[in-house]
């Protein structure tokens, strides 16, 4: 019954093989004998099939990868579930990242040794589960069959450091959950409000590198890590970046994401290097973020894609490589790649007296504010791990504050389509050389509600002086603004918690305490035109 309901949610076609057969914690042995612990789903009685390995840090009992397993094997599918080190039983320490190279690769030769394994393999998941996919199937030989790979990415650093800024809320955020998970009742899957109340307060705890103590009570070593390792040139991430092997990687992928994901620009690029390298893939981008919406879409992706490249049915191929949603249009459109080739990259001027205009500006005097560090720069919204904080917001108490420059365009006299990368250019100088650029678009309605849409931040070179000329990665976008509906674009020095605050003195932000202020001076001139480049669909 329980199985039928979620077959009904996920909008899957009728189960082939409704009765499956589980088989729990096999011990599979790695090189250094430590033993990880994994279940078995597949159809009753059935001979030796290809294996779905999915590999996760949350715990296989957790419901999402009982589901995913029933779901899988009720389709003809042979499914392993698999602990990572370190994690609910498995041995080991957890060492988040790096270890997953290694005891991947050991898990898939000890499974294609099985007499239950026909020795095709393949993998799914979503988040760090779609890493321990990236994290082996370059490597592979034989290769992967197929890959299904869900809010995730072949590289994670840049977006624990977006331009170069920690980004606080998501990192203790889920520090907070791989800290306490295995205390938590269903594996932290659980609204707790007490705990996510002081998860934020701690937010605002210095210095970083201890806010996991201030969290949750205790040390959690990949807070320590990441706060530990931020700085431009340090290399400690270096061996899990797998972004210049995934595009010698032959196996096809699948790939769901959201507008609203953290992960959505490093994933953008690994779907657009293998299309270039001529690798088969395909995306979906929804109105998700990293939240249960975009999981129903990655298990039917998974049903899809795995029933085309393990079990023979190319119906579920045809289709086109690029289906990404375009919000407030209410319509899903399909492209050959990404960025579409329709749409037309558009500078939007910042103009003088807070406007914005198609036209680039004549001389004029620079704008300025004061970022304070003490009193840092709130954010609301935006591509977060807290589904209760994420996605859009009203913007409006952020754009009264005297440390947010605000430029808003006149009216727009039709419907004005975006779909593609976003970035802006900044011309600005700083008292201190040490600073943070943050720009943010937002959709203004009839009523004067200001929405955030895509947003990015920049760290200026550390001692920077004169007027340094900031190039800043917004989050790709897909997005109808309305006729009659103004554009607005915020400047402002930070948008704290969502990123640590910059001190203002140099420091390394594990480790600052002290603040200083930092005076802003933002130019729009002829010399300096400042602007956000804007995907037009159809051009301008």
């Not at 002290?514 to 802003?520: L, S, V």
Request: proline letters at 8%; a neutral charge.
């Amino acid at each position: 019954m329980l199985s039928r309901l979620f077959d009904r949610y996920l909008g899957l076609p009728e189960p082939t093989t409704p009765d499956v057969e589980v088989t729990r914690d096999l011990r599979v042995p790695m090189p250094d004998g430590v033993v990880l612990l994994a279940d078995r789903y597949r159809p009753r009685g059935s001979e030796a099939l290809p294996v779905v390995l999915i590999r996760t840090p949350y715990g296989k009992h957790r419901l999402d990868s009982k589901v995913t397993g029933r779901v899988l094997a009720s389709r003809g599918l042979q499914v392993v579930v698999q602990d990572a080190r370190g994690t609910f039983g498995s041995g080991g320490r957890f060492s988040a990242f790096h270890q997953e190279k290694d005891d991947g690769l050991a898990t898939a030769a000890w499974l294609r040794e099985q007499p239950w394994c026909d020795g095709r393999l393949a993998m799914a998941g979503a988040s760090y589960l779609g890493y321990t996919q990236w994290a082996i199937g370059p490597h592979l030989d034989p290769p992967l069959e197929a890959m299904c790979l869900g809010v995730t990415a072949s590289e994670f650093t840049t977006t624990f450091y977006p331009g170069g800024v920690f980004a606080l809320h998501n990192m203790l955020t889920w520090t907070a959950l791989i800290g306490t998970q295995e205390e938590a009742p269903l594996g932290g899957m659980l609204p707790n409000p007490r705990k996510e109340r002081r998860v934020r307060r701690a937010m605002a705890h210095v210095p970083i590198d201890t806010s996991d103590v201030a969290a949750i009570g205790k040390e959690v070593p990949f807070l320590r890590e990441v706060a530990a390792h931020a700085e431009p040139g340090d290399a400690f991430w270096a061996d899990t970046d797998n972004s210049a092997a995934a595009v010698k990687m032959t196996t096809p992928t699948s790939m769901v994401t959201g507008w609203w994901d953290l992960f959505l620009p490093a994933q953008l690029r690994d779907f657009a290097a293998l299309r270039e390298a001529g690798r088969r893939s395909r995306i979906t981008i929804g109105p998700w973020g990293h939240d249960l919406g975009a999981l129903r879409a990655q298990v039917s992706d998974q049903v899809s894609w795995l029933s085309a490249h393990l079990l023979g049915d190319s119906a579920q191929l045809h289709r086109s490589p690029v289906r990404l949603y375009l919000q407030r249009a209410d319509r899903w459109l399909d492209f050959d790649r990404w960025p579409p080739p329709q749409s037309t990259p558009t500078p939007l001027y910042l103009l003088p007296h807070r406007g914005l205009g198609w036209d680039a500006p004549g001389e004029s005097d620079p704008d300025t504010f004061t970022y304070d560090p003490a009193h840092p720069t709130r954010s609301v919204g935006g591509p977060l791990l807290s589904m209760q904080e994420a996605k859009q917001r009203d913007n409006r108490d952020i754009e009264s504050r005297p440390d947010v420059l605000v430029y808003t365009s006149a009216p727009l006299p039709r419907d004005l389509d975006l779909i593609g990368p976003v970035s802006a250019t900044v011309y600005v100088r700083t008292d201190t050389g040490y600073a943070d650029v943050f720009v943010r678009l937002c959709d203004v309605d009839a009523d004067g509600v200001s929405r955030n849409v895509t947003d990015g931040i920049l760290r200026l070179p550390a001692g920077s002086e004169g007027v340094v000329q900031a190039e800043i990665e917004l989050h790709p976008t897909g997005y109808r603004f309305l006729r009659g509906h103004r554009l607005r674009v915020q400047v402002a020095g930070g948008a704290f918690p969502r990123y640590a605050r910059n001190h203002g003195t140099g420091e390394p932000v594990g480790r600052a305490v002290r603040t200083r202020t930092t005076q802003f001076e933002i130019f729009h001139g002829a010399g300096h035109p400042s602007s956000v480049m804007l995907p037009i669909l159809g051009g301008p």
